[in-house]
């Protein structure tokens, strides 16, 4: 035998390796810089919609409806409970607007109608406790941003607005007064 057989055949597979490192090193420097260029020329819109408040906007509708604040009761003593219409547009809208998750859209009588029929008491309850059923979900509002108290006068204003006639709930403090009459 010859030793021209543990020879490579030719000297183009003796640099295979180098060519292969070679090449995904280009392939990642044009990867790298292609996505420099990309943040680069988004980097104006960005800022656009950072001027605009838009970003502020998406993340207060991302953010977890019914957070806890420690803040809440302080500022609830300071301020007027917030009517039920002020509640919807604030928190509620996101779901009932459109009726995602099974949830009823504003104003129509077809889906609130079997809720409605289960009675205001019940009704009032889903939003404070969390509720999941056979049409869709409804997680607990109780403890967040919102009383409980402005809570159900948001239940209250879409269930009427829905072809309901609920009263408007008690007020805390002037349930407390009614108490203290009936003594």
Sequence with gaps: MSDSAHQPASGASAGAPNTFLIGAAVFVVAVVLAIGMWIASTAGSRAAVAASGQDQNIAEQLQKIG?????????????????????????????????????????????????????????????IKGFTGQKGTMPSQSGGQYTDY???????????????????????????SAEEAAK
């Design 150 to 176: 402005e809570i159900i006068r948001a239940v209250v204003y879409m269930a009427n607005a829905g072809g309901a006639k609920f009263e408007e709930p008690v007020a805390p403090a002037d349930a407390a």
């Design 67 to 127: 957070s806890f604040d420690i803040n809440l009761m302080a500022r609830a003593a300071d301020s007027p409970p917030r009517s039920g219409e002020d509640v919807y547009k604030a928190v509620c809208s996101a779901c009932h607007a459109t009726g995602v998750t099974g949830a009823p859209k504003l104003g129509d009588a077809a889906d609130w109608g079997p809720r409605l029929a289960q009675g205001q008491q019940t009704l009032e309850q889903a939003p």
